[in-house]
């Protein structure tokens, strides 16, 4: 978390991941220009597992609105890819290893940072929330992202 703090006001690093259930590579820059609420999470993790459908209502609810949902998981793909076929989520997921600093030094699951649309780390929480503190979050900074 401290890691992800100390670079708070400053733009988050480009990085590549994959794509699931898909496999492409996509990179974190091809999201400039919207917040990004970032969510680092495992299929292991209880937590993570409950707050997945409510990441998923946000992202149907606002994703017209500039707002993207991406849940990143440091687990191999055919694990994340095995998850994702019993659920019918829309919003990203994606699967990276190893990832710039601000993210591999993040070690509590599930973590959230919210990424404003010039690619400044606006804020992170480190636990699982609702769909209710998810909405107060991202109309909280969107209101201030420049």
């Not at 400039?32 to 409510?54: F, H, Q, S, Y």
């Not at 997921?93 to 030094?105: C, D, F, K, L, M």
């Amino acid at each position: 978390m401290d890691a992800v703090l100390a670079n708070k006001q400053k733009t988050f690093p480009d990085f590549s991941f994959a794509l699931s259930p898909e496999g492409q590579t996509a990179r974190f820059s091809d999201y400039r220009g919207k917040i990004v609420l970032l969510n680092l999470w495992a299929t292991w993790c209880p937590p993570c597992r409950r707050e997945m459908p409510d990441l998923d209502a946000l992202h149907r609810k606002y994703r017209d609105s500039g707002i993207v949902v991406l849940a990143l998981s440091d687990e191999d793909r055919a694990t994340v890819d095995a998850y994702l076929k019993k659920h019918d989520f829309q919003f990203i997921v994606g699967t990276y290893q190893g990832g710039p600093e601000t993210i591999s030094a993040v070690n509590t699951r599930p973590s959230s940072i919210l990424i404003g649309k010039d690619g400044q780390v606006l804020d992170m929480l480190v636990g699982a929330r609702g769909l209710g503190f998810f909405e107060d979050w991202v109309q909280e900074w969107k209101s201030k992202s420049p």
